[in-house]
């Protein structure tokens, strides 16, 4: 069955073909390219075995679903106090892929060619279109600095517009980092001068 699934999950989905590449042409500092892309497969085959969302999974192992889908995809680390619970919401994914996720550190990069796939290209238009005006608003509400992508957390739900129209939302919330004046007397380093 999951030979099966693999094969017709990735021959009639642009999106999986896009991340087999994705996987295959990354380096790596723990295991393989090609091991985590199988490792991917198998685990996304588990998720379409169990019928379950990444929402429902997500809530399962008290994970946001964005961060549930990274996992999945190899693009996240599995904490050890998680480990079990995936393993009860995927009891398909084998013990072994499990330690594999707790142990390996993941390569956390992206395909270029992942930006002409429509969602992904016109989440990105998005960002950069109205870019100048979020880094305004992050200067004015929070000072100099910038929003982590590391104390982060994404989500991705739906609400119904005014019109009764299905509406995507993206929560990207991110720990305010500022930047500081560098002051010499305050650098801890020795200087290379010296």
């Known amino acids: 069955f999951g030979a099966r699934l693999q094969k017709t999950w990735f021959a009639g989905n642009s999106m999986a073909a896009v991340f087999m590449r994705r996987m295959t042409r990354r380096l790596h500092g723990g295991p393989n390219p090609e091991e985590v892309a199988a490792r991917s497969a198998r685990l996304l085959c588990a998720k379409e075995k169990a019928g379950k969302s990444f929402d429902q999974i997500a809530h399962e192992i008290g994970m946001t679903n964005t961060y549930t889908a990274q996992l999945l995809l190899g693009q996240a680390k599995l904490g050890t106090a998680t480990a079990p619970k995936l393993k009860a919401a995927l009891p398909e994914v084998s013990n072994a892929d ?76 991110g720990k305010f980092l500022p930047f500081i004046e560098q002051i010499a007397s305050d650098n801890g380093a020795p200087s290379p001068r010296k």
């Open 98 to 173: 499990i330690e594999a996720m707790v142990q390996h550190f993941p390569m956390r990069a992206f395909d270029p060619s992942i930006l002409k796939e429509p969602n992904v290209y016109r989440t990105y238009e998005a960002v950069t279109h109205y870019g100048e005006a979020i880094k305004m608003l992050i200067n004015e509400q929070c000072g100099d600095g910038i929003m982590s992508a590391i104390d982060f957390y994404c989500d991705v739900g739906t609400t119904t517009g005014k019109h009764g129209e299905r509406r995507v939302v993206i929560t990207l919330n």
